[in-house]
Nanobody, 114 residues
Framework: QVQLVDSGGGLVQAGGSLRLSCAAS????????MGWYRQAPGKQRELVAI???????NYADSVKGRFTISRDNAKKTVYLQMNSLKPEDTAVYFC????????WGQGTQVTVSS
């Protein structure tokens, strides 16, 4: 069983920055893929960014050049640095980890005001 605890959301003005963190715990030796998804009101959950255990990354086109995903394998933690935030980035952000099965964090709200 894997538990994910995500944090770091909040309210920020357009153009501002936030850093999300997600720590994994449980009986796991390594995590293949970690990442972030988001879900805005009335919309489906969508990929934001993912990173493999060897550092390969993939980003949604809408966040390329503004968001950076990173991870600390020793700490089983993934981060999402979000810069130049826009109102359309407003959503609940969910941490994701693939350890055989897919696991999700509880979500952290990010609100960007115009």
């Amino acid at each position: 069983q894997v538990q994910l605890v995500d944090s770091g959301g909040g309210l920020v003005q357009a153009g501002g920055s936030l850093r999300l963190s997600c720590a994994a715990s449980g009986s796991i030796s390594s995590i293949n893929i970690m990442g972030w998804y988001r879900q805005a009101p009335g919309k489906q959950r969508e990929l934001v960014a993912i990173i493999t255990n060897i550092g390969s990354t993939n980003y949604a086109d809408s966040v390329k050049g503004r968001f950076t995903i990173s991870r600390d394998n020793a700490k089983k933690t993934v981060y999402l640095q979000m810069n130049s935030l826009k109102p359309e980035d407003t959503a609940v952000y969910f941490c994701y980890a693939k350890v055989g099965f897919n696991y999700w964090g509880q979500g952290t709200q990010v609100t960007v005001s115009s």
